[in-house]
């Protein structure tokens, strides 16, 4: 096929690419444009309608799955459209375009004393990217998720109209396009409200639990006083030591307990070494990790990380990057997995069923021979958002290798997995998912939001411009 901005000049460049979800178990072949202003994606909108493609939205490329994928079809990439608008370090309000990253925001923001007030796991996920997806923090069941403190965004329609969204002035598109996993339309600024910091550090406390039941009592017993709770669970554990792992609480220093906020609130001081120990390349750690990413090499790192934390349980302090993008120390970690990649499960479930659900959801894993490799437990609230994942209770994240020879057996667990959220009224969330079926989505979050959404949708976008494969695999109907 002849590439199709030869039809129309006007559009920005475009490259016929394989692009992959993060994880790297999904993949696709896209014609995948980079504009960089809003005419240039009014430009790829009609580009696509003309030759009869559909157009997903990209940001980072941070989502596990396939919600960024959009096979065969148009991939509109906005990493280029990076640019803050605007910022006020008295009121802590930035104003970004689509394709600048949580990295991008904290520099810009964190010698003025403002941090961002929700991040995911990694720093180098887009405004737009994270807005579509509502990313949570290890503070959601006391920050919310992201979408909690965008101010107002403006959102451009397939339809080529521009219209501004907040919580007063069209709050029902709001409420969808947040979480609409970019299927309403095409963000082109927001408008974020950052928490005020009065350190660059956080005062953290390490907790080893010997059990799930033990994990979710240490969170319960610090959900008042602290401001960023998260586990680190072993799958490998079994028996009376099922759910072990790791608890660290954190709270913002307040003023005066910091003697050198001017310091440690400077951009150097936030950023993460490049060097492992002093000495390893980060860059390089992954290769080194992949004779460890099998089920023996897994239980033995598990079992060691384990042992020398029951070892060190004093309290320290933490840069604010250190503690919220652990991950992000040992780039590209995922391809320690080898070439099938990882999926994660992640489900959410309210509180009076998480002990419940979790531990049958690790025993299950463990009888089907499919340990996860690491498994993240979270507390989370409700919200008001119209395609939320989130609940009052508990997430628990569970990331599992993928090989040529699993894959079928992977998607039967999984929907095992689901068959027990389900039963426990719980959700998911579309940025991690890679198996969810449409029926499962329809049970989680009910008909009549599913419904609404649809509506939306279709208010937004009558031709079904906006489309990609986590779309077509969980609304087949449309």
Not at 59 to 83: E, F, H, I, K, P
Request: proline share 5%; aromatic share 8%; glycine share 10%.
């Amino acid at each position: 096929m002849a590439s199709p901005s030869s039809v129309l000049p006007t559009a920005p460049p475009v490259r016929r690419e394989r692009i992959a979800g993060w994880g790297g178990a999904s993949s696709a072949v896209s014609y995948v444009y980079r504009p960089t202003t809003v005419d240039d994606v009014r430009a790829v909108f009609d580009l696509a309608r003309t030759h009869g493609l559909t157009v997903g939205l990209r940001g980072a490329g941070r989502s596990y799955g396939d919600a960024a994928l959009n096979t065969d079809n148009v991939c509109l990439d906005l990493s280029l459209m990076n640019r803050i608008l605007g910022w006020d370090p008295e009121e802590g309000v930035m104003r970004v375009q689509p394709g600048v990253t949580i990295r991008q925001i904290w520099r810009h923001a964190i010698p003025d004393g403002w941090w961002p007030a929700v991040v995911p796991g990694t720093m180098f996920t887009t405004a737009g990217g994270s807005a579509a997806m509502n990313v949570h923090g290890k503070n959601n069941w006391k920050a919310g998720p992201l979408g909690e403190h965008i101010r107002d965004l403006e959102l451009l329609l397939p339809t080529g109209r521009l219209e501004r969204c907040s919580r007063t002035e069209q709050p029902e598109l709001f409420h969808g396009a947040i979480g609409g996993f970019g299927m309403l339309g095409c963000f082109t600024s927001l408008s974020l409200q950052l928490k005020r910091v009065h350190s660059g550090l956080l005062a953290v406390e390490p907790i080893v639990v010997r059990s799930l039941e033990a994990m979710l009592a240490a969170f319960e017993e610090r959900l008042a006083r602290a401001d960023y709770l998260v586990g680190w669970v072993d799958g490998f554990a079994t028996g009376a030591h099922l759910g072990r792992g790791l608890v660290h609480a954190a709270r913002y220093l307040g003023p005066g307990e910091d003697p050198e906020p001017g310091r440690s609130l400077q951009v150097d001081a936030q950023e993460l070494s490049t060097r492992l120990f002093g000495v390893l390349p980060a860059s390089v750690a992954w290769r080194l990790m992949r004779p460890f990413t099998n089920a023996l090499g897994l239980r033995l790192v598990n079992t060691a990380h384990y042992h020398l934390a029951r070892r060190h349980r004093d309290g320290y302090r933490e840069s604010h990057t250190g503690f919220a993008f652990l991950f992000d120390r040992v780039p590209d970690w995922q391809r320690a997995l080898g070439p099938g990649g990882l999926i994660q499960h992640q489900s959410f479930v309210p509180a009076d069923r998480a002990r419940e659900v979790f531990i049958a959801e690790l025993r299950l894993a463990q009888r089907h021979g499919l340990r996860p490799y690491l498994g993240v437990l979270k507390r989370h609230r409700s919200d008001a958002f119209l395609m939320t994942h989130a609940v009052d209770g508990y997430s628990l994240a569970l990331e599992f290798k993928v090989t040529r020879g699993n894959r079928a057996h992977l998607r039967a667990l999984t929907a095992e997995l689901d068959a027990l959220v389900i039963d426990a009224g719980g959700r998911f969330y579309l940025a991690k998912d890679s198996t969810l079926a449409p029926e499962t989505l329809a049970s989680s979050l009910g008909r009549e939001r599913l419904e609404r959404f649809r509506a939306l949708k279709h208010a937004c976008d009558p031709e079904g411009l906006l489309a990609t494969d986590l779309y077509r695999r969980l609304f087949p109907a449309s």
